[in-house]
């Protein structure tokens, strides 16, 4: 008789599920039509615009008007917040943020190891230097109650990732940054449209806040990003560093700031307009979904979903995080585990290769050299790998992330994800 590990599909076996899930990006002729109005109006680019045309029409007015003025207005009026600046990614809008909230060189930033690596990139383009909390291993965001501690004399500012859209505990970080005098910029590239508690929205908290729309994102652009804030000094500050230094009303060639020419185009953002469209109805199913299969995946062994914030009544579940136990699956390693629910037609993936502190360049003699030549001597980041045991947990054993559109499907993709997972695991705890 066949054995359970031998009908496995990674050994010969037939696969559990064979059909496709839904493809990323959602698209279809209202995205083509948006960018041929782009080309056909032969203004390619936010300043072909003058200032003349873009008041004669209101905020629900399309034609005659800078898509990017458009996109900037109707994202942040779906956030709840009083400005927004497109820039060209992610890593822009966070380069520009921690300028604009004033850090320095040889500033402390405290944040998260558990993140895409821009996050601690772009504190060390400001010259910067990240000081890193371990993750809550219950929601692999930045665990709060370690925030505090970790303020010194030299900390400028703290950037909150709300990793996988799970919002982080934002009123606890506020209340820090605001009893220390810290600035605050929320890394919300994965919580697009994800409210707290009926009335505030992730990118909202801080003092700017920062999206992507690189394409995995929920909503994606290709490549994009977004600044938002409630602040009218910040705002200014924000967009004159978006916008090679440039103050509004001032002459063209007249700069203020040392800064950077990070303004999105027009193709860009037409796609962005017709995305938002999209985004909440598209959150909404994955909600009703991620609820039903995370009910289903929690009953098996060696399967522990991370939790959320409680208070979110708006999610974007930009990954469906799950915490991996081999010891419960036959002492069977991740990569086997994941090699196997693959071959099953489950896309699925560990995630990040390193922590932040991790990666090669955050100790290249390289990096260390050019912060010397500032006067400034990085810690050993090596060392953290002590201090973040959740973060290396998650890293190297642990963590199983399940892509966003995998929620936009039909209940019975769910039961085939379900499915699937049941027969690796059964097989492989014999």
Known sequence: MTSPVQQLAVRGGTPHRTTPFTKWPVHDEAEVQAVTDVVRSGKWWRCAYGTGELEKKTADQVAGRSRVEVFEERFAAAHRAKYGIAVTNGSAALDIALRAVGVQPGDEVITTPYTFVSTSMCIMNNFGVP??????????????????????????????VHFSGNLCDMERIMAIARRHGLAVVEDAAHAHGVEYQGKQFAGTFGDLNCFSFQESKNLPTGEGGMILTNSDTLYETAFSMHHLGRLPGEVWYKHFHQAWNARMNEF???????????????????????TYLMERLAQLPGITPCVNLPGITKHSHHLQMLRYNAAEVGGVPRAEFLKALAAEGIPCLAGYTFPNYGNP????????????????????????????????????????????RLLLGTRQDMDDIVGAFTKVITAFRG
């Open 131 to 160: 000081v890193y909390a371990d993750i809550d291993p219950t929601t692999y965001n930045i665990d709060a109650s370690q925030i505090e501690s970790l303020i010194t004399e030299r900390t400028k500012a703290i950037v909150p």
């Open 268 to 290: 860009t953002a037409a796609i962005g307009i017709v995305q938002l469209g999209r985004m909440f109805e598209q959150n909404a199913r994955r909600m009703e979904n991620h």
């Open 361 to 404: 360049f955050m100790t290249s003699d390289e990096t260390r050299s050019r912060y010397r030549a500032a006067g400034i001597e990085l810690p050993d980041y090596r060392a953290y790998a002590e201090r973040c045991p959740h973060t290396e947990r998650a890293c190297y054993h642990e963590a199983v992330w399940l892509e966003h």
